[in-house]
């Protein structure tokens, strides 16, 4: 089949999209094309890359990339992972620190900012534009920018600065990073990577669905709730049923959260309250928040309480908790989700010992609760991929209690505007290719 614009267009209304948009292989690969290679697509942390010569690769929609900090200058580069002689990827793992690279093939080597710098046996390339000193040979550079040390690449050279992307989403990577007594993060307790066989949108719709946590997690928190109440009195609550027993709160509870979109798909759930807002202090947090802010400020930044807030289409965060979950699509029908956590810096390292434990109890493939929602996005999957129905809903709360908040728009809770909002973005990418219209 071949989506036309108008096809496309005819794909998302106003409160209904269509069931293949998560099912059909063509779609995937238009998405990939139209947005992860035309828009900001979150690469890393710039403390991944914390030493010269350190690396981190990842792909880009569907193209091999390279985030390296230059060997020399220090910067930050974000390169094409693909030798410039035939092709095959110069950095093979997932991570590492290189003086240069040097492609496993025939040899050929590169510096950290990508200059080719070396090829074996020299002989045999005269009269050709074969040589090191032909900048077209050297690893292909990809526009990146950071903010506040989180680094965003987009394979488009057009379109908006990444801070003109983010907007006033970005509040929630400043307010994670407030968070730090000493202003700073870095990402600490390794990654949990790992394949979901579901559509990439799955992931993602989720995150602010909330009308499914006190369904879906009802078993994990009705045994949470049943330890709870057979604690002897006078002893505290374990750490792991504090972070799982407000996935059980009520509907009113999500309703008060409330919940905020902005442009280019971006939202977030939770405001001066969220699901992370009843957690016990950490013993030395205060202090040490008291000793760089002072009171005032301190109190300030830790009245924001936000659950996940997403950066359309590939990085979504949790501010409070002080982890973020990278979308990584591999196919129509599977996507690797990353999360890294991070600590701190100049907070104990009980803060750090929490996130993790969140981690782990949430978002990990042996979560309590994580694998509740992984049940679901592959019963979605399995379930759109018949033609019972053709239409996938999120009308609720349609044009109601929603107001203005800066460039945000802010609404109740439970309401499907984050919804809306993502596929108003998809619409807006999908349908503003500069490409042909028809897709053979
Ligand atoms: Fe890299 Fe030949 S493909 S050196």
Redesign the pocket.
Known sequence: MSYSIEHIKNMVHPTKIHRTIYTDPELYQLEMERIFEKTWIYVGHESQVANPGDYLTMNIGRRPAIMVRDSKSNEIHVLHNQ??????K?AGKTCGNARAFR??????TFKTDGKIIG?PHKTGYDGTDISVDNPDLNLKAIRSENYRGFVFANLCDDGPDLEGFLGDAATSIDNMIDRSPDGELEIAGGVLRYRHKCNWKFFVDNLNDTMHPMVTHQSVDDACQAYMDELPEGVTRSKESEIISPFGSSYKMFDDMGVSVGHNGHAYTGGKTSIHSSYSEIPGYLDAMHANYGVEKTEEILSINRHNTIYYPSLTIKGAIQAIRIVRPIAVDETEIETWTFRLKGAPDKMLQRTMLYSRLINSPSSMVGADDLEAYVRLQEGLSSGGSEWVDMSRFVDREQHKEGNMIRAIGTSDISLRNQYQAWLEYMSASKDEQEVA
Not at 83 to 88: D, F, L, Q, V, Y
Not at 103 to 108: D, E, L, N, P, Q
């Open positions: 030798c410039t002689h035939r092709g095959a110069v492609c496993c093939y025939h040899g050929w090829m």
